[in-house]
């Protein structure tokens, strides 16, 4: 049987997953059905630029906290090139994790400032009148999950570097 948090971290995933595939879909759609309007039937189709704009911060800010989750972000790591003792590479990769989440964690502070600022002001799209904070509560959202997905990759480094200092003191 499964743990309740197996669930949540499934679920949760999943979710991610769905407003990725979503987005994406709706974007492609969006655009295709600007082209078809625009060049073939030459008309304009009022206001899906806005709309378009909204996925888009979905599917690019989603896409950043699952690319936390998987830590499948483009890297210039060259340590595992020229630190060949495992333990002062684990503790490089430790240390890079600390100074990762430490600067999202700042990113996500300004995303709260950001998104509250937003709601007070009250402001939204031209044509569509979509509220700002529609497409900019992607950013904050997007920001939680990577800072909470940056969290647990820097606790299992931490706890990666321990174990392998652990198995040199038990040699």
Same mark, same amino acid.
């Given at each position: 049987?499964?743990?309740?948090?197996?669930?949540? $971290?499934?679920? =949760?995933?999943?979710? %991610?997953?769905?407003?990725?595939?979503?987005?994406?879909?709706?974007?492609?759609?969006?655009?295709?059905?600007?082209?078809?309007?625009?060049?073939? =039937? @030459?008309?304009?189709?009022?206001?899906?630029?806005?709309?378009?704009?909204? !996925?888009? #911060?979905?599917? +690019?800010?989603?896409?950043?906290? +699952?690319?936390?989750? @998987?830590?499948?972000?483009?890297?210039?790591?060259?340590?595992?090139? +020229?630190?060949?003792? *495992? &333990?002062?590479?684990?503790?490089?990769?430790?240390?890079?994790?600390?100074?990762? =989440?430490?600067?999202?964690?700042?990113?996500?502070? $300004?995303?709260? @400032?950001?998104?509250?600022?937003?709601? %007070? %002001?009250?402001? *939204?799209?031209?044509?569509?009148?979509?509220?700002?904070?529609?497409?900019?509560?992607?950013?904050?959202?997007?920001?939680? =999950?990577?800072?909470? +997905?940056?969290?647990?990759?820097?606790?299992?480094?931490?706890?990666? #570097? !321990? %174990?392998?200092?652990?198995? *040199? &003191?038990? *040699?």
């Amino acid at each position: 049987m499964q743990s309740a948090a197996t669930v949540i $971290w499934k679920s =949760l995933l999943n979710i %991610q997953r769905t407003i990725l595939i979503t987005c994406s879909l709706f974007i492609i759609i969006g655009i295709s059905l600007n082209v078809v309007f625009r060049y073939i =039937l @030459e008309k304009s189709l009022f206001g899906i630029e806005e709309i378009i704009v909204v !996925f888009a #911060f979905w599917l +690019y800010f989603i896409g950043g906290s +699952y690319g936390s989750y @998987e830590r499948s972000h483009i890297t210039a790591d060259i340590t595992n090139s +020229y630190i060949t003792n *495992e &333990k002062i590479r684990l503790l490089v990769k430790a240390v890079v994790s600390l100074i990762t =989440l430490v600067i999202c964690l700042v990113f996500t502070y $300004w995303a709260v @400032e950001f998104i509250v600022w937003a709601i %007070q %002001q009250g402001a *939204e799209s031209p044509a569509l009148h979509i509220p700002a904070y529609i497409p900019q509560s992607a950013i904050f959202i997007g920001f939680i =999950l990577m800072s909470f +997905y940056l969290s647990i990759n820097f606790i299992q480094d931490v706890i990666a #570097f !321990f %174990q392998t200092r652990s198995k *040199e &003191k038990n *040699e």
